[in-house]
């Protein structure tokens, strides 16, 4: 099984200060392009777009993304603390998310996401919030419903979606993040 | 299921036939050897309703999607061709747009991931059709980002139609064009409500708009009247141009027309999706013959039926229900919750509702408080923020319901917790109110005593004895 390389898509480049390239320009103007009547209405494209390329939306995202459109950078960051599946540090390599809700919950997923937080070695941070391992190559957080309760408990690693994760899984797939 | 009803099924092979699926939207899905390209789509039909619908026009297109008496699939069950009728695109002279909701996002639901995963054609087909019903020259494909491969399979599909010609300018010489845009949400549950969808497309916060206007067609995207559809009601209206409205009408029962895809999750034997006609079914076929009933042989506590917004229903509760009898007369009968109908009228006449599809099931040994805890904390995390009563209350019942199931309860906790529910349904922008709310009411209406026991035995004995749920 191939894994994508970051919490986003197989080319992603690492914490934001790697190059905006003539070719993530042109990719941002196709998706611009889609919004003929309102430029705004691209920023939730632009930012998947940017985390996917970059880990993580910082002040230099923020930034690129208002002048692109011709923003306030409040218009945008004020998108980035709305929405959870933005985020402004950067994650680990291999980001899971395990869903906490109730079908999810009925097939345990509260034992998976424990077994999961032990195989990674993460210390617990208090309420919730996202767990990120010191070597940086684990992060753990519970995720809302995925939509697939009839194969609970599910678990997003990076992109690849994962069904019925109970222990032994979980092992596999964290031994698979190489 | 009683043995009085067993003894009524008099072989196994009947009372399979009994409950054999009527599969119209999820006809190829899972099929052997289907697969989600065009070509295989083509091969089974694909766009040849797409075809009739160019030649029928739009406006015969939207008679037969009201003579089909098609209800909304997103949850509300709206009639699809009441809210299409709000726009006349002759008259209009805005442009109007079409957003299939693709955001499937409450919990329990997992209907329009099939669709979406392994036939997007048939949806694509459904929203070209509605599409040049009503007179739209530019769509959205709303879909969370969750679904991570779901919106690449979309834009692949899309790419594929356009090239095929089904899609773009002059769409099978018929002068027609359409373009339809794929549009990732990122993670918020209220990216569903349609007006909360609608900002989100323009590229604000997710705040549902205040009401009126009631309907996105009067004022929807860009200040343009538009139509908001969930995926499911997009693709049943690729089957009504079909076999036509009349005949789609036959299907299920009058006023719950038509198939309805059901996702069972929870403590079943058989968790999954089903498509079966509208109310063919009642609850109790439907986990102890479609699903085979509860596992580990336990028995059955209390049932979800339409998404974690909706009302629970407990085992061996009775509801009095009016139904109509053959002379057409409206009798009230006392049914079980076994022998409820799954359609939108009955669920709604025992207090709950149809809502999303989908059911959650929990057996004997599961925990109400436990239950009830871990729903409101969907709800805590999920609210925009926009209402004070919302925004404040919904994040106190979590609070309060966390303290009880961590043993720390207080005596007046379940009056208080229902005081605080019934001051947030109604007095807000939006219906997540309610849907936060009524979980709450139904639980501790319920199973009142379990709270107050748990509260008794707060400290350590509260929550060793339970698989926690709360997290
Ligand atoms: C809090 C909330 C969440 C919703 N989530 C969804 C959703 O995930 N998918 C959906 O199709 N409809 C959802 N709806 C319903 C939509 O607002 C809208 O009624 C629906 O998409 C209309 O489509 P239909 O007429 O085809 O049912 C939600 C409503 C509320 C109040
Ligand atoms: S009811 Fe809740 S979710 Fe709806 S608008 Fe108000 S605060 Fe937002
Ligand atoms: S509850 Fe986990 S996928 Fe729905």
Same mark, same amino acid.
């Given at each position: 099984m191939s894994l994508p390389l970051h919490a986003g898509t197989e080319n992603c480049v690492g914490p934001e200060k790697g190059e905006v390239t003539p070719a993530f320009e042109k990719q941002a103007d196709e998706l611009v392009s889609r919004y003929p009547v309102s430029k705004r209405s691209a920023v939730l494209p632009l930012l998947h777009l940017w985390q996917e390329t970059f880990g993580y939306i910082g002040p230099r995202g923020v930034e690129w993304i208002a002048r692109k459109l011709s923003l306030q950078e409040i218009q945008v960051l004020e998108l980035v603390t709305f929405y959870p599946w933005f985020r402004q540090k950067p994650y680990g390599k291999f980001h899971f998310r395990v869903c906490r809700t109730l079908p999810c919950a009925l097939g345990g997923a509260g034992k998976t996401f424990a077994a999961l937080q032990k195989l990674m070695n993460l210390k617990e941070i208090g309420h919730g919030g996202t767990m990120v391992s010191e070597d940086g190559r684990f992060s753990l957080e519970y995720s809302e419903c995925l939509a697939s309760c009839g194969t609970a408990p599910v678990v997003l690693c990076n992109d690849a979606f994962h069904e019925k994760v109970d222990d032994n899984k979980a092992a596999t797939l964290v031994a698979e993040c190489k | 299921m009683t043995t009085k009803r067993r003894l009524l099924l008099p072989s196994a092979s009947e009372a399979l036939m009994a409950y054999k699926e009527h599969r119209?939207? =999820?006809?190829? %899905? /899972?099929? @052997?050897?289907?697969?989600? /390209?065009l070509t295989c789509y083509q091969k089974h039909g694909g766009y040849e309703i797409l075809k009739k619908g160019l030649a029928m026009g739009g406006p015969a297109i939207r008679e037969e999607v009201k003579k089909s008496q098609l209800r909304g699939r997103g949850g509300a069950g709206f009639p699809t061709g009441t809210k299409w009728g709000f726009i006349d695109p002759a008259k209009v002279t805005k442009p109007i747009y079409l957003i299939c909701n693709a955001d499937e996002s409450e919990p329990g639901t997992f209907k329009d991931r099939q669709i979406i995963y392994k036939d997007p054609h048939q949806l694509i087909e459904g929203m070209i059709l509605s599409c040049f019903a009503n007179g739209v020259k530019l769509a959205y494909l709303y %879909? $969370?980002?969750? =679904?991570t491969e779901g919106w690449r399979i979309l834009e692949t599909a899309l790419a594929e139609a356009k090239g095929a010609g089904f899609l773009g300018k002059n769409i099978l010489n018929s002068g027609y064009d359409l373009e339809i845009h794929v549009h990732r949400g990122a993670g918020a549950y209220i990216c569903g409500e349609e007006t909360g969808l609608i900002e989100s497309l323009e590229g604000k916060r997710a705040y549902p708009r205040i009401k009126p206007p009631y309907f996105p067609a009067v004022l929807g995207l860009y200040m343009c009247p538009t139509i908001v559809n969930n995926v499911e009601t997009l693709c049943h209206v690729k089957h009504i141009i079909e076999m036509g409205g009349e005949a789609y009408a036959?299907?299920? $029962? @009058?006023?719950?027309t038509g198939t309805r895809l059901i996702c069972v999750s929870g403590d079943v034997v058989r968790p999954g999706y089903y498509e079966f006609p509208c109310g063919a079914l009642t609850l109790g076929e439907l986990i102890q013959h479609v699903c085979g009933g509860i596992r580990n042989g336990n028995r059955l506590k209390a049932v979800i039926p339409g998404g974690s917004s909706a009302k629970v229903l407990k085992a061996g509760e009775v509801y009095k229900i009016k139904e109509a009898g053959v002379d057409g007369k409206l009798v009230e009968k006392e049914v079980k919750l076994e022998d409820l109908r799954l359609d939108f009228d009955t669920l709604a006449a025992a207090g709950s509702m149809a809502g999303s599809g989908g059911v959650i099931v929990m057996d004997h040994t599961r925990d109400m408080v436990e239950c009830l805890a871990n729903i409101s904390t969907f709800y805590a995390h999920e609210s925009c923020g926009q209402c004070t009563p919302c925004r404040e209350g919904v994040l106190w019942l979590k609070k309060i319901l966390s303290r009880i199931a961590e043993g720390?309860? $207080? /005596? /007046?906790d379940p009056s208080l917790l229902k005081e605080v529910a019934d001051r947030i349904a109604g007095r807000t922008i939006c219906a997540f109110g309610e849907a936060a709310s009524w979980p709450v009411q139904s639980f501790l209406g319920k199973f009142r005593d379990e709270f107050a026991q748990r509260i008794r035995r707060n400290g350590n004995a509260a929550k060793k004895d339970f698989v926690s749920l709360t997290h």
């Open positions: - | 119209l939207i =999820f006809k190829n %899905i /899972d099929a @052997p050897g289907y697969t989600r /390209d %879909i $969370r980002c969750e =679904f036959k299907i299920g $029962r @009058p006023n719950n720390h309860g $207080r /005596d /007046d």
